[in-house]
């Protein structure tokens, strides 16, 4: 019997009937093999069902699958699929991403190996287009971070590749499951582990992050919504400046909704005047003129 760690890998489609297959195959492709596969698909209109399916009838395997009859979103599809995972380690990747054969063995040792304190690893990843083109890396290879110095960095900007993540099951019965409010779910969850557990960093490339036409990141405000992540996180106030900057920067390419704006009157170190002009829906240009307005 194996005795090493059992992995929880949770694979979920959406429309991704040109990239699931390869996303699957990579998971074969891993030197690490003991993991389970938990598959689903919340109720794609393309043919990723039929795709899944045969390739599971090429591949003999004990398969948990999770198909929906009508489409209930990512996050509450990631909460059911963890719900029902039976590994040590969690690993979420979305089936148009790939994973490299080193991936699940390079993070699990490191997780085996790190302090109690560490509920999470991640590494490094190269672009890769529709068409298998492979781009650039998504961090520097001189990347790094202070560990003790992690929550304020995320809040400066987002350094974790999501699709490199690993993360201890146990951290789920800690901290709870995702949050069905924020629509980026990872960065939602990467801010609420910061704030009581470490996060390590494995400087390798494992993996290939797609891009396309249909990526979340392309279909909502990924800036304003790492805004009103960071608000309702920020209960003190502590990374004031960031926030204010982010939604400056927002604000001046006129994209702040009524909704934030909402958030922002209720965050305890809001700028009075920045809510005033975002209040009255001021053009920007005087906002950017409001000493010489307001002060000469």
């Known amino acids: ?26 998971l074969l492709n891993q030197t690490y093999k003991n993991w389970e596969l938990i598959i ?15 390739w599971l009838s090429s591949n003999n395997l004990d398969v948990k699958i999770v198909f929906h009859k009508n489409n209930k979103g990512f996050i509450y599809t990631l909460n059911e699929c963890i719900n029902i995972s039976k590994g040590k380690y969690i690993k979420i990747i979305a089936a148009d991403d790939i994973m490299l054969p080193e991936l699940l063995r390079e993070s699990v040792n490191a997780l085996e ?35 003790n110095d992690l929550k304020r960095i995320l809040y400066k900007r987002n350094i974790v590749i999501a699709l490199t993540v690993m993360m201890k099951k146990e951290v789920f019965s800690k901290l709870g499951f995702f ?24 400087n390798k ?7 396309h036409s249909t990526n979340i990141s392309k279909r ?53 005047v ?7 829906k001021i053009p920007y240009v005087f906002y950017k003129l409001k000493n010489k307005l307001l002060y000469k």
């Not at 019997?1 to 990239?19: C, Q, W």
């Not at 689903?40 to 045969?54: C, M, N, P, Q």
């Not at 980026?184 to 801010?191: G, H, T």
């Not at 490339?205 to 891009?211: C, I």
Request: glycine share 2%; aromatic share 16%; with cysteine.
């Open 220 to 272: 909502i405000d990924v800036d304003e919504e790492t805004v009103r992540i960071k608000m309702y996180y920020d209960k003190r106030g502590d990374y004031s400046n960031f926030i204010i900057n982010d939604l400056i920067n927002l604000y001046k390419h006129g994209r702040v909704k009524s909704r934030t704006i909402m958030e922002y009157k209720t965050y305890k170190s809001r700028s009075k």
């Open 274 to 280: 920045l809510y005033y002009f975002l209040k009255f």
């Open 40 to 54: 689903a698909d919340d109720f794609s209109t393309d043919d990723s069902t039929l795709v899944i399916k045969d």
């Open 205 to 211: 490339v494992l993996g290939y992050y797609r891009l």
């Open 113 to 147: 190996k790190l302090p109690d304190d560490y509920m999470m690893v991640y590494s490094n990843a190269r672009k890769i287009d529709e068409n298998d083109n492979i781009g650039n890396r998504l961090l520097p290879q001189t990347f790094d971070f202070d560990r």
């Open 179 to 202: 949050n069905s409010d924020f629509i980026i779910e990872d960065y939602e969850y990467w801010i609420r582990i910061s704030d009581k557990y470490k996060i390590e960093y494995i």
């Open 1 to 26: 019997m194996d005795s090493s760690p059992l992995i929880s890998v949770i694979v979920v489609s959406y429309n991704h009937a040109h990239f699931v297959k390869k996303c699957l195959d990579s």
